[in-house]
């Protein structure tokens, strides 16, 4: 059967399928129907003190609604909306956001982050919007050989090595994380970005599968797990309760990753290559001191992220 969406035609079928972003709109609804249902939610969010942001986002990505008719409440009157999920099941979904405080990116299994719409899962952190900075630091630095390596180190959903990828057209781009999950999420986004091409996956501990790039890597780039152990219970109970520890945790103090990654990775950087990490607020001096006190970097400097948090650490291999 072909339906049309947003002046697009499609065939419908009962399955979602990745790789085309076919949409599958099974369902049907009248506009004033779920206006109604909107409202309510939009009540049941002040009353959790969720943002009610998130009851338009969840209706954009499941049904043909964009977030200016939701805004506007244009749809009011249109006799059907499309939906790929039945109305019960979106409020099954929505009271599991509210409820179980799942992650409104986890119920849809999609995020945007800078130019990607990518998948998610809870086997993978949710990128976050300051994280995209870290692409902006990497092409502000200086100029890099055409045909060079980059590492991105922990990459769960691959957002930063596509990042890396779109940014640096001819360089290779090595994706590492210990969860096979992560990778195969990352990899999925590497295909619908059109960028597997230019990225390699490994599973493994952090630098351990690429002892064939010792001496060769222009850039390591990461957002390892930083937040000290004893605060994970004090995070949202979104973050605790439903994204990876794994991603996390960085030990008693939250640096146990940053303090490997400072120490292992002279050994695979060119001189000249850059290193560069997302940390926690309050966390940036101590890892200058850790790079200070290394002999092998130099040009060490906190760059801040939009909210003025000191959030990366960037230094040069001597
Ligand atoms: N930025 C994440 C948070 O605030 C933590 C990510 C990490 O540990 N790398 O929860």
């Given at each position: 059967m072909l339906v049309r969406f947003r002046g697009i035609k499609f065939h419908v079928s009962?399955?979602?399928?990745?790789?085309?972003?076919?949409?599958?709109?099974?369902?049907?609804?009248?506009?004033?129907?779920?206006?109604?249902?909107?409202?309510?939610?939009?009540d049941n969010a002040i009353a959790a003190k969720v943002s009610v942001k998130e009851v338009d986002w969840l209706l954009q990505h499941i049904s043909d609604l964009d977030s200016l008719?939701?805004?506007?409440e244009s749809f009011k009157n249109r006799p059907k909306i499309f939906l790929q999920?039945?109305?019960?099941?979106?409020?099954?979904?929505?009271?599991?956001?509210?409820?179980?405080?799942?992650?409104?990116?986890?119920?849809v299994g999609r995020v945007s982050w800078r130019n990607f719409e990518l998948d998610v899962s809870p086997s993978v952190l949710i990128p976050r919007p300051e994280t995209e900075l870290i692409i902006d630091i990497v092409q502000q630095t200086s100029c890099y050989s055409k045909s060079s390596?980059?590492?991105?180190l922990g990459t769960g959903s691959g957002a930063i090595a596509l990042g890396l990828a779109s940014l640096l057209p001819d360089a290779t781009i090595h994706a590492v994380d210990y969860s096979e999950a992560a990778l195969a999420i990352a990899k999925t986004n590497a295909i619908k970005t059109k960028l597997i091409n230019q990225i390699q996956f490994y599973q493994g501990n952090w630098w351990t599968p690429l002892s064939h790039l010792k001496g060769k890597v222009q850039g390591m780039v990461s957002n390892p797990p930083y937040i000290p152990s004893s605060q994970l219970?004090?995070?949202?109970?979104?973050?605790?309760?439903?994204?990876?520890?794994?991603?996390?945790?960085?030990?008693?103090?939250?640096?146990?990753?940053?303090?490997?990654?400072?120490?292992?990775?002279?050994e695979y950087l060119i001189s000249g290559g850059l290193w560069l990490i997302?940390?926690?607020?309050?966390?940036?001096?101590?890892?200058?001191?850790?790079?200070?006190?290394?002999?092998?970097?130099?040009?060490?400097?906190?760059?801040?992220?939009?909210?003025?948090?000191?959030?990366?650490?960037?230094?040069?291999?001597?």
């Open positions: 009962n399955k979602f399928d990745n790789y085309t972003q076919r949409i599958i709109i099974n369902f049907q609804i009248s506009g004033q129907k779920l206006y109604l249902w909107r409202k309510n939610a939009i008719s939701l805004r506007l999920k039945s109305i019960e099941q979106i409020t099954i979904l929505w009271q599991k956001r509210l409820k179980e405080h799942l992650p409104v990116q986890y119920i390596h980059w590492v991105d219970p004090q995070l949202q109970p979104e973050v605790f309760e439903h994204e990876p520890h794994l991603a996390l945790d960085g030990g008693t103090d939250g640096l146990d990753a940053i303090r490997y990654l400072v120490k292992a990775s002279p997302e940390a926690m607020a309050g966390q940036a001096a101590a890892v200058v001191a850790m790079l200070s006190q290394h002999k092998d970097y130099e040009n060490i400097k906190i760059i801040c992220d939009l909210g003025g948090i000191e959030r990366f650490i960037l230094a040069f291999r001597r």
